[in-house]
């Protein structure tokens, strides 16, 4: 891919005009060029100063401007780098956004929440405080972590490894999902286990389960879906109402 070219994905990236994925049918579709224009883009770029009023940094990637155009709001020392798309009414505190990263309308990127690089995150979403959304660029045509619309992500959780949470789950804090780790659905007779998707509108927790080792019993993390969040949860307080329900609320 010749450096024109790179540096016109990049840019589309930053427009909103592409992303590294999209939905498609129900699905997701990845877009490989738009993943192999951003390792191309740090390739291609060298290290330069950027000075941001007192601050002072060292580094390839130029950072995103004109928030008021756009329409979101960025708190000090709220950072998002050149060839992220913040869409209108985000609302990002100090908190991180990574190249490549796509975050929907009036979404809520808390404080020291984290969303790697081309993450998709969808609108309405609630990434509480400390949140970390893994990055995913390699190989090209891997999955990058997606959260969908009027998803409640707790706080500290951790979501790797191009895992998807479905529309208005509710995770509850300390979840932490990667490719292998298993998310249970207890909530019928028998359990149904998931990797690296959490259904719509699930209620999840943290849970551990026993696995036998040679030198004894030791229990592994893996998360429960406990329930299912009920259309009159409010989205701005769905986590602690949701969790009442279910009698793990405070």
Not at 91 to 109: D, E, K, L
Not at 150 to 172: K, N, P, Q
Not at 235 to 250: C, F, I, P, T
């Amino acid at each position: 891919m010749n450096a024109e070219r790179v540096e016109t994905l990049v840019a589309a990236l930053d427009r909103g005009e592409i992303r590294v994925a999209e939905p498609h049918d129900g699905e997701w579709r990845v877009n490989e060029d738009a993943q192999r224009a951003i390792l191309e883009f740090f390739r291609l770029r060298q290290m330069e100063p950027q000075e941001v009023g007192p601050f002072e940094y060292h580094d390839k990637i130029p950072l995103k401007r004109d928030y008021e155009r756009l329409g979101v709001r960025v708190v000090p020392p709220a950072v998002a780098r050149y060839g992220s798309f913040l869409s209108p009414g985000v609302v990002m505190m100090p908190s991180y956004v990574n190249i490549g990263a796509w975050v929907g309308p009036r979404t809520m990127v808390d404080t020291w929440a984290t969303v790697g690089s081309g993450a998709q995150i969808g609108a309405d979403v609630h990434l509480a405080g400390g949140v970390g959304i893994g990055g995913v660029l390699e190989p090209p045509g891997a999955r990058p972590v997606i959260v969908e619309d009027g998803a409640f992500i707790g706080s500290r959780c951790i979501l790797t490894e191009g895992v998807r949470v479905g529309a208005g789950a509710v995770l509850g804090p300390n979840v932490s999902l990667t490719a292998t780790v298993p998310i249970i659905d207890v909530t019928g007779p028998e359990a149904v286990e998931h990797r690296a998707f959490v259904p719509p509108r699930a209620v999840v927790v943290p849970g551990t389960r026993p696995r036998e080792f040679p030198a004894g019993t030791y229990h592994l993390a893996c998360a429960l879906i406990i329930g299912w969040r009920s259309e009159a949860t409010d989205l701005k307080v769905s986590l602690n109402d949701a969790l009442r329900e279910h009698g793990l609320g405070a």
